[in-house]
């Protein structure tokens, strides 16, 4: 009776082994998929003019150095506001509050917020930014609407990184006749960057690949403009220009070339976080 009742239990847990393995071997040969087949068909349309230029309706030439200079102009401008925010908000709710209910809800508000659409965040942004503050349709509105998405995600990614820093770290401080802020600035802070890293990459990719809430707050205009005179004019970023030639000029050359230009970066800035990460954990240990 008992072998037979090993041999069940060895089936079973070698069939939860196959399928664990068939999911992992799909969920990569769907992401190599995507990156083959986005690269493979935007890459050819890539070319210098597309990448140094701005489009021109009286030649019909097209480029998308306005979506490049627009999409990082949104991206330094909503880290600018999201990171101080999040950060701050996690070091409250874990050093500092005492509350255990008011935790609870702001916790239940975040994870609430990040379960919410982004047409909805749209809306709400061009109603509040757009409309009621009278910023009109710009770059700022639309940053400001991406602080509000993203948000939860560095608050809660910061949160459970510095429940990770060891109590002992802190006592320690505090035995040594550290103040509590600086215990947080020297000890904890440090401590805890992976968590913040982490939070700006998730960040930083939804910023890349957010639209739905750019299109009501951001606009579709192709200006070339500077930093401070960019995010205070409208202006369409990559994905929103994806969108544009994709759907309204059927363009799907430049599309590809798009799709394929937001992976790369993706990419790039994926590897250029985790580097900063092991340079500081690495200064961190010496």
Same mark, same amino acid.
């Given at each position: ?63 998308? =150095?306005?979506? @490049?200079?627009?999409? +990082? $102009?949104?991206?330094?401008?909503? !880290?600018? /506001?999201?990171?101080? *925010? ?26 609430? =917020?990040?379960? @919410?659409?982004?047409? +909805? $965040?749209?809306?709400?942004?061009? !109603?509040? /930014?757009?409309?009621? *503050? ?34 002992? $770290? ?117």
């Amino acid at each position: 009776m008992n072998s037979q009742m090993s041999v069940k239990r060895k089936t079973v847990i070698v069939l939860l082994q196959v399928l664990c393995q068939g999911c992992a071997a799909m969920t990569c040969g769907l992401v190599l998929f995507l990156l083959v087949y986005v690269l493979a068909k935007g890459i050819p349309n890539v070319s210098v003019t597309l990448l140094t230029t701005k489009p021109s309706y009286l030649t019909g030439q097209i480029g998308i =150095l306005p979506d @490049i200079l627009n999409t +990082i $102009y949104i991206i330094i401008a909503a !880290l600018a /506001f999201v990171l101080p *925010l999040g950060v701050g908000a996690a070091v409250y709710l874990t050093e500092y509050a005492k509350n255990k209910r008011i935790v609870a809800l702001i916790e239940y508000a975040a994870e609430t =917020l990040s379960g @919410i659409p982004s047409i +909805i $965040y749209g809306l709400v942004g061009m !109603l509040f /930014f757009c409309q009621f *503050l009278n910023m009109q349709t710009s770059l700022l509105a639309g940053a400001l609407t991406l602080v509000i998405m993203n948000l939860p995600t560095v608050m809660r990614t910061t949160q459970e990184s510095l429940k990770t820093v060891p109590r002992s $770290y802190r006592e320690g401080a505090f035995g040594l006749g550290a103040g509590k802020w600086r215990v947080i600035r020297t000890v904890v802070l440090p401590g805890c960057i992976d968590g913040v890293i982490t939070g700006c990459i998730l960040s930083v990719g939804r910023i890349l690949g957010e639209s739905a809430a750019l299109l009501f707050t951001a606009g579709f205009a192709h200006a070339l403009n500077g930093f401070f005179d960019g995010l205070g004019s409208a202006g369409a970023t990559l994905t929103v220009a994806l969108y544009v030639y994709a759907k309204e000029q059927g363009e799907f050359g430049v599309a590809f070339a798009i799709a394929a230009i937001l992976m790369i970066l993706t990419l790039v800035i994926n590897l250029l976080a985790m580097l900063a990460g092991r340079a500081l954990k690495r200064r961190q240990n010496l």
